[in-house]
């Protein structure tokens, strides 16, 4: 049978009325058949290398790590997929310091992960220095598929050494993304100087208003920080063109958004324990809806096979290199002796130990516990392994102010244990004494004791958190800050640069 001109006309424009109606439904569907840009921020902050799940007090199994992050960030792209809602992957910075994998590999296993995962952009961080420029420009930038942002670092000739912004093309619905990255310009006291003494770290907020001078006002603008949550809300009022601030730095967990000016601000605490989620809908360049949230990494989520299987492969080379020798003592370092390193009387080893921190944190006292040394160091060569043995906890180097009277109650806390107890501290740059049973200082640092006086003190993360009954480092603490620089790391640096461990070394150690 043949059809007529006309209703073959008819058929053809029939066909066409309903793609052009699919089409708009389609658009309905997605949400943009009225330029309205859905949008899912995921974002992870300070990491510190914790790669793999951790236990920690309080939960019934393992939590945390790229595995599980990986787990739920593929959950939510497919979900985003479907609604038709476009999805970023930010880190805000630390990817370096906290855990072995970062002494071993220094970035290199956390960038390889990263790019696994598909991030799109990072932000530097203070402690990503922690092992050089040329470490952060060679063994993580260079191998990084994703942007390292920060429009505030340059070199003292005036280079800007990171990409300064990074830009996000969305052609459905059309709209441009601005992506400013900023840096602590506090880095190079967070930091060991020599390791940035060539770099300048300019002022946060002149820099991003500098900077978003050229923005378009339907430009939606995301600032990307490591400047920790007070900074982030100072920004936020000095730069109102900023619409999301993404943070990290000060390690707060933000389980809901906080808005300051225009800026919807998140950060997702630390230690790879939260996904952050962010899910805005915004009009010409500005959010006009939002919702956010923490997705706890709890012992539910089970992790992702792919990420798993490349930390095994890093970790087999890492458990070789443990056997490497870093150094040599002719003295037995003491730590494993109980009744020594849990006394109340000092080690050679726990002085040592306790030295570092104290040179690391510009303190004028260590004080940690006994219980965190777990071995000697044997006369002869030192692998890094017996390091790891030797200080086996992911502690961290944690500096506060304490006023003389509370030192002077830590110290009587510590002597009331009974020896072999954990608490038992070990120190450094303290004199003190006992008369009557009741502690008596007689010099912190340089200066003489007085009760009211307030003195930089050096500890661990577990004690700073009232571990051993400690809680008047939690407590009493002022201007606490956690600079996530492994114990151990220390440490093994110590002795590598002294390479030989002498008496006179050890007698040379001042205070």
């Known amino acids: 049978m043949?059809?007529?001109p006309f209703h073959g006309i008819r058929l053809l424009i029939a066909i066409l009325i309903a793609l052009v109606v699919a089409s708009t439904l389609c658009y309905a569907d997605n949400g943009n058949s009225d330029g309205l840009l859905k949008l899912t921020i995921l974002h992870m902050n300070d990491p510190h290398a914790h790669y793999v799940p951790y236990s920690k007090e309080g939960s019934s199994?393992?939590?945390?790590?790229f595995g599980k992050a990986r787990t739920v960030i593929s959950e939510v792209q497919a979900q985003n997929r479907e609604l038709g809602r476009h999805t970023l992957i930010f880190l805000a910075g630390d990817l370096l310091m906290g855990t072995p994998f970062s002494t071993a590999f220094k970035g290199q296993l956390g960038v390889t992960l990263m790019n696994e995962m598909q991030f799109d952009a990072m932000v530097i961080g203070n402690h990503d220095f922690d092992y050089g420029t040329d470490n952060l420009m060679t063994n993580v930038k260079s191998n990084a598929k994703f942007p390292l942002i920060s429009a505030n670092i340059k070199t003292r000739s005036g280079d800007y050494i990171f990409q300064r912004t990074l830009i996000k093309?969305?052609?459905?619905?059309k709209s441009r993304i601005v992506v400013l990255g900023l840096t602590t310009p506090d880095t190079p006291v967070t930091t060991f100087p020599d390791n940035v003494k060539d770099l300048v770290f300019e002022d946060s907020v002149r820099t991003a208003q500098?900077?978003?001078?050229?923005?378009?006002?339907?430009?939606?603008?995301?600032a990307l920080t490591h400047l920790g949550v007070q900074e982030d809300k100072r920004l936020a009022q000095a730069c109102p063109r900023i619409d999301i601030i993404i943070g990290g730095h000060s390690h707060t967990p933000l389980f809901k958004p906080v808005k300051v000016n225009n800026a919807v601000i998140c950060q997702a605490g630390a230690y790879a324990q939260y996904i952050g989620k962010l899910d805005v809908e915004v009009q010409d360049g500005r959010v006009v809806k939002?919702?956010?949230?923490?997705?706890?990494?709890?012992?539910?989520i089970n992790e992702d096979l792919q990420i798993a299987s490349i930390i095994d492969q890093f970790k087999s080379t890492m458990d070789s290199s443990l056997n490497s020798v870093i150094g040599d003592t002719q003295v037995l370092l003491e730590g494993g002796l109980r009744s020594a390193v849990r006394s109340g009387r000092g080690t050679n080893l726990g002085r040592l130990i306790a030295y570092n921190m104290a040179v690391s944190?510009?303190?004028e006292v260590t004080l940690i516990n006994g219980g965190a040394i777990r071995a000697s160091l044997q006369k002869g060569n030192i692998t890094l392994g017996e390091v790891y043995t030797v200080l086996p906890f992911p502690d961290t180097v944690v500096k506060m102010d304490l006023s003389g009277a509370d030192i002077a109650e830590v110290l009587q806390?510590?002597?009331?244990?009974?020896?072999?107890?954990?608490?038992?501290?070990?120190?450094?740059?303290?004199?003190?004494?006992?008369?009557?049973g009741k502690v008596k200082i007689t010099r912190i640092g340089e200066r003489g004791f007085e009760p009211e006086k307030a003195y930089s003190v050096a500890t661990n993360n577990f004690l700073a958190a009232g571990g051993d009954g400690y809680i008047v480092f939690k407590e009493k603490g002022r201007n606490i800050y956690d600079s996530s620089i492994?114990?151990?790391?220390?440490?093994?640096n110590y002795i590598k640069e002294k390479k030989d461990i002498t008496q006179s070394v050890l007698d040379s150690i001042e205070r």
């Not at 500098?210 to 995301?222: F, K, P, Q, S, T």
């Not at 939002?290 to 539910?300: D, F, H, Q």
């Not at 492994?486 to 093994?492: I, K, M, P, Q, T």
């Open 2 to 4: 043949k059809f007529a």
């Open 61 to 65: 199994g393992l939590i945390g790590g």
């Open 169 to 173: 093309n969305i052609s459905n619905p």
């Open 210 to 222: 500098e900077v978003l001078l050229g923005a378009d006002e339907r430009d939606l603008v995301i």
């Open 290 to 300: 939002y919702s956010g949230e923490l997705i706890s990494l709890g012992p539910e």
């Open 361 to 363: 944190a510009r303190s």
């Open 413 to 436: 806390r510590s002597a009331g244990l009974p020896d072999g107890s954990g608490g038992k501290l070990q120190s450094f740059g303290i004199e003190y004494g006992f008369e009557d």
């Open 486 to 492: 492994l114990v151990s790391d220390l440490l093994v």
